[in-house]
């Protein structure tokens, strides 16, 4: 499939709104009932033809189309013939063993690492072009914040360094108090727990309102009540504002409460993704279904394979 990696004349908005699903909304516990009766339905031929909305547009998708990566001294490539679709707006998460290759997919989209072959489209636009436009935002595994500046003046830092990028920076505040930390804008990094210092990282992303947001195991210093905590609570922010999140974990129940889409990866490639047909906002006790647990042994017999794929 040829990718074009040129940007398009339409640009869409950073942090604009998610492509549209066919989803169809109704009460919870209601049938779906028969569409009303149009009173004088218009002639067939003048009928507006299907819409061709899926697969979205190359402005409307992150797309990797057999993107190879392999370091030097390093027998199995990083990254193996990646083909990938990701759809605005979702919830994509990549899930698999030490050295699969997760962050280098990572890296690869957030332009920082070149793929040997293979071509990479955010939204239409080559990696190097969206972050030039500040279209990506990165949470790392550990918040680096600075030490002298406040909870506030760190999530202001990039929106200061980068003034005159094209984008609607969100408020803050705003930002800040929904995750929690409305009483702690003018304290200090250090004093913070470390679940405070990563929600912080995730609110100075947020605030930069990047279409995509990558993020590499941002939760993994975390102990597990804090971190289903601030990932319930990041949950809530995507659901508010809709960035597309490439998210990378190894935990597999979080993987399934945050993700539209789970994928493993394993020895530099990615399985066919596995759909989390879970409702959204996910309702409370959601762990506790039948249902989530079918997705998590899923998953899991797929790791099991990404484990025990032979080495080198
Ligand atoms: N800069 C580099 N130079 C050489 N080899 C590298 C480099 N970065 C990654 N690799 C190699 O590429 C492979 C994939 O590494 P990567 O960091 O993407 O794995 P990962 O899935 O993120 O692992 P982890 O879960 O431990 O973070 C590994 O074999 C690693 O040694
Ligand atoms: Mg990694």
Not at 6 to 14: D, H, L, Q, R, V
Not at 188 to 215: D, E, K, T
Not at 269 to 295: C, M, N, Q, Y
């Amino acid at each position: 499939m040829a990718i074009s990696t040129k940007p398009t004349g339409a640009e869409p908005p950073a942090g604009g709104e998610p492509y549209p699903r066919p989803t169809v909304s109704r009460p919870a516990g209601t049938k779906p009932t028969a569409m009303p009766a149009v009173a004088e339905p218009a002639p067939a031929q003048d009928w507006p033809a299907p819409a061709q909305d899926w697969p979205a547009p190359a402005q409307d998708r992150i797309v990797l189309s057999r993107v190879t990566k392999t370091f030097p001294n390093v027998g199995t490539p990083a990254l193996d013939k990646v083909d990938l679709a990701i759809p605005r707006g979702s919830f994509f998460t990549v899930i698999g063993p030490s050295g699969a290759g997760k962050s280098t997919l990572l890296r690869v989209l957030a332009g920082l690492a070149k793929p040997d072959a293979g071509e990479v489209s955010i939204f239409g636009e080559p990696p190097a072009e969206a972050s030039r436009r500040k279209h990506l935002g990165w949470v790392p595994q550990s918040p680096a914040l600075l030490p002298w500046r406040s909870v506030l003046d760190n999530v202001r830092l990039p929106l200061q360094v980068n003034r005159r990028a094209p984008c609607q920076p969100r408020d803050p505040e705003r930002i800040l108090a929904l995750l929690g930390l409305g009483e702690a804008l003018d304290r200090l990094p250090a004093q913070l727990s470390g679940g405070m210092r990563q929600r912080v990282a995730i609110a100075r992303a947020f605030a930069f309102a990047p279409a995509v947001l990558l993020m590499d195991e941002p939760f993994g210093a975390l102990d597990e009540m804090t971190r289903e905590h601030v990932a319930h609570l990041l949950l809530e922010l995507w659901q508010a504002e809709r960035p597309t999140v490439v998210f990378v974990t190894h935990s597999v129940s979080e993987a399934v409460v945050l993700s539209d889409q789970v994928s493993v990866m394993g020895k530099g490639k990615l399985s066919e993704p596995v759909d989390i047909a879970l409702p959204r906002p996910r309702p409370e006790g959601i762990e506790d279904t039948e249902a989530f647990h079918g997705l998590q042994r899923e998953l899991r017999a797929q790791l099991r394979e990404a484990f025990a794929a032979p080495g080198d």
